[in-house]
């Protein structure tokens, strides 16, 4: 959420945050309800002040005489009208707060213009796609595929999307997991175990309502909803709080099973593990001071890198373009992974910086040193990484003439053997 005095002082960078972003918002509608609300707002104020007077000048006459009875009257009339415009201020508040939340955050000046994917910036790549293996193919037409994966019997239990992961595909998805969460605990983030359903307010805060209203899977009659990557979770831990400024930054990882509708996907972007509607994945997360904000987004993005470069895996980072970037993100990165097989770039961790745009929502703050006043964090968070297309990218790259694939010598340890097997 936009701090309400930059709309209020300078409407034309909220207008420039939204052409810039490609948005279609209205922001004048949302001024000229702010100026509606806080018009409201002074007339209740004032009504309440009208109410402490009287109270002080009764306090002041004797019980019974004229003087007092007329304030009687009055208090009675001052109350009623208070009730009724109190009661109008909180409709017009939720309007309010309402239209406050389709303002997009404010890209960082860094951002380059752009509305598509071909627009984003290649700021860096690692390895060769060519390194690849040479008998690379696609994974879903790896034979023997289908016995790690199972995407038919999920589709009959579930629906499409929702897939079965067997023996050694299963065995391998847990490899990667523990091997993420392992070397991200190494680089100093504290692994936590979050739910997988959040509330309203939760989804609220991070910025995924009402942006993603109809992309996440919701319960009833609990009005729950599960979380399309651990962030939603894990962002709200310190909804409501206020922290001391000695204790950031705060990094944190977590592993959930993600849901996500992924609502207008269709065609070859979405064969095979490239996208699915439920998938493991490890987030990570920061709470930082505002000033050094930046700088910790670059080494978001550099422990999001490391797990891929010892995976043996090439991949490139793209800056997003403002049309690209997403709805909350003040500035946001793409690291995308080569898959030999489909020779195609596949994107595998988006690492962001939201500055206070989730904590203002959320109400994460921390208590400056210097002032004793408490202060907005800044949140960052990153994929550290997902299953489905690491996975993929792994199939495709190392798999040899004979049909095996070879496994990278850092996830050895932990899936048990250098080789898979589709016998």
Not at 205 to 230: C, F, I, R, S
């Amino acid at each position: 959420m936009l701090d309400p005095k930059l709309l209020r002082d300078s409407p034309e960078v909220v207008r420039a945050a939204v052409a810039k972003k490609h948005l279609d918002v209205d922001v004048d509608a949302v001024l000229a309800m702010d100026v509606a609300w806080r018009a409201q707002l002074g007339e209740v104020e004032t009504l309440r002040s009208r109410q402490k007077a009287a109270n002080a000048e009764m306090a002041a006459l004797k019980k019974g005489s004229p003087e007092f009875m007329a304030k009687v009257q009055e208090m009675k009339a001052v109350s009623s009208e208070l009730k009724s415009r109190d009661e109008a201020l909180k409709q017009i508040e939720e309007k309010w707060r309402a239209a406050m939340l389709l303002l997009p955050n404010i890209p960082h000046a860094s951002v380059p213009e752009g509305l598509t994917p071909e627009q984003n910036l290649v700021l860096a790549t690692h390895g060769d796609p060519a390194s690849a293996s040479p008998h690379a193919r696609p994974h879903w037409d790896i034979p023997g595929f289908d016995r790690l994966v199972d995407f038919a019997r999920g589709t009959k239990v579930t629906g499409a999307g929702f897939p079965f992961y067997i023996g050694d595909g299963a065995r391998l998805v847990r490899a990667l997991l523990q091997f993420f969460l392992d070397e991200d605990v190494k680089a100093g983030y504290t692994e936590v175990s979050p739910p997988i359903l959040v509330n309203a307010a939760s989804a609220t805060a991070v910025g995924q309502l009402p942006d993603k209203e109809g992309q996440m899977y919701e319960t009833t009659p609990d009005h729950l909803y599960a979380v399309p990557t651990a962030e939603t979770s894990l962002t709200n831990f310190f909804r409501d709080e206020i922290l001391d400024e000695e204790a950031l930054p705060v990094r944190r990882c977590a592993y959930t099973p993600c849901f996500r509708r992924e609502a207008g996907s269709y065609g070859k972007d979405v064969r095979g593990l490239n996208r699915v509607h439920q998938f493991d994945k490890v987030e990570l997360l920061k709470w930082v001071h505002p000033a050094t904000s930046y700088d910790e987004l670059e080494g978001l993005r550099a422990d999001a890198e490391r797990l891929l470069q010892k995976l043996e895996l090439p991949y490139r980072v793209l800056l997003m373009c403002g049309g690209d970037m997403g709805f909350a993100q003040a500035k946001k990165y793409d690291i995308e992974v080569w898959a030999a097989g489909q020779k195609r770039w596949l994107e595998v961790s988006s690492c962001s910086n939201f500055e206070a745009f989730q904590a203002r929502r959320a109400q994460i703050r921390f208590r400056a040193k210097a002032s004793g006043r408490p202060e907005l964090v800044h949140t960052l968070n990153g994929s550290g990484l997902p299953v489905p297309r690491v996975l993929a990218a792994l199939l495709e790259n190392n798999l040899q003439a004979d049909g095996r694939v070879r496994i990278p010598a850092a996830l050895v340890t932990y899936f048990g053997k250098e080789w898979l097997e589709f016998s």
